[in-house]
């Protein structure tokens, strides 16, 4: 049996063994993905036993994402320039890869959601500068985006953020956010604002192009009041459900040998599910 799991502290929450395990039962392979939860002072350990508990590897999650890049053998250079990992290949001889998948994740769920979606054809607005918002940077640069707006309520991070990545990308005070819209083809909320349990978020659409497609990488709820925003003045909206789907398909791939396809029966699935939280 091919075994893999997710590692975090806290773990429970999370609804990546409902996603891999409907993968596992949709190709009928031998496997198992399961909860690992692990405490910070721990994860070294955590990971260097993977292979000898007979693991293929794992997912990372809060707060393991970052600190694993001081453990792994060998870091892809999404990650390195991210500066997370949020997927480990436990090789048999013990080596350890670290790989990130979330720009990916976030490319492909525009991409299938939007097929004519370009990051070339215009300014996009990114709000947040986490690391999420790290992994979308990455992605609309590799993909041509010619200025990226980044709106963040601590200049000091998002200096950071801009300073790592490099690019055309443009610092915006959280105070103009609203403004930031003008002109812009793409905005992306890569903070937990509109997330179930926290503040909401206070942004004007009233200067944003009534084409630019707008996506929220929230995914509880589904509908955020940002979405529903976007909709109701006639924006093209994309959910971040999407993005959960899609990062998780490359580590299945090299876990279990098998590119697995984000279908509306999936969706539906995880949806469902996260309904239900």
Not at 65 to 85: C, E, F, N, S, W
Not at 118 to 130: D, E, H, N, T
Not at 144 to 150: N, V
Request: glycine letters at 10%.
């Amino acid at each position: 049996m091919k075994r893999a799991g997710v590692m975090g502290w806290p773990v429970e929450h999370s609804r990546s063994p409902l996603l891999h395990g409907f993968w596992l039962k949709e190709h009928r392979i031998d496997g198992a993905y399961v909860l690992l939860p692990v405490r910070p002072e721990e994860l070294a350990a955590a990971l260097r036993g993977l292979a000898a508990r007979g693991f293929a590897g794992c997912n990372l999650t809060i707060p393991h994402k970052a600190p694993a890049l001081a453990i792994v053998d060998q870091v892809d250079a999404t990650a390195a320039r991210i500066g997370a990992v949020n997927t480990v290949i436990a090789r048999p001889d013990g080596m350890l890869e670290g790989r990130n998948t979330d720009a990916f994740g976030f490319r492909e769920n525009l991409r299938a959601a939007q097929p004519g979606w370009r990051a070339g054809a215009g300014p996009a607005v990114v709000l947040g500068a986490g690391g999420a918002a790290r992994a979308v940077v990455a992605a609309l640069l590799d993909d041509g985006a010619p200025e990226i707006r980044l709106v963040n309520r601590s200049r000091d991070r998002a200096a950071a953020l801009a300073a790592a990545l490099g690019g055309p990308i443009e610092l915006v005070d959280w105070a103009r956010r609203a403004a930031a819209l003008a002109g812009a083809a793409l905005l992306v909320n890569t903070t937990s604002l509109g997330m179930t349990g926290q503040p909401p978020l206070d942004l004007a659409l009233d200067a944003l192009p009534q084409a630019a497609l707008v996506n929220d990488i929230v995914y509880v709820p589904l509908e955020t009041p940002l979405l529903r925003a976007a909709r109701g003045r006639g924006n093209p909206a994309v959910d971040g459900l999407g993005m959960l789907l899609h990062q998780a398909r490359p580590a299945f791939a090299a876990w279990f040998g098998v590119t697995p396809e984000v279908t509306p029966a999936l969706r539906q699935a995880m949806a469902a599910s996260l309904a239900s939280r």
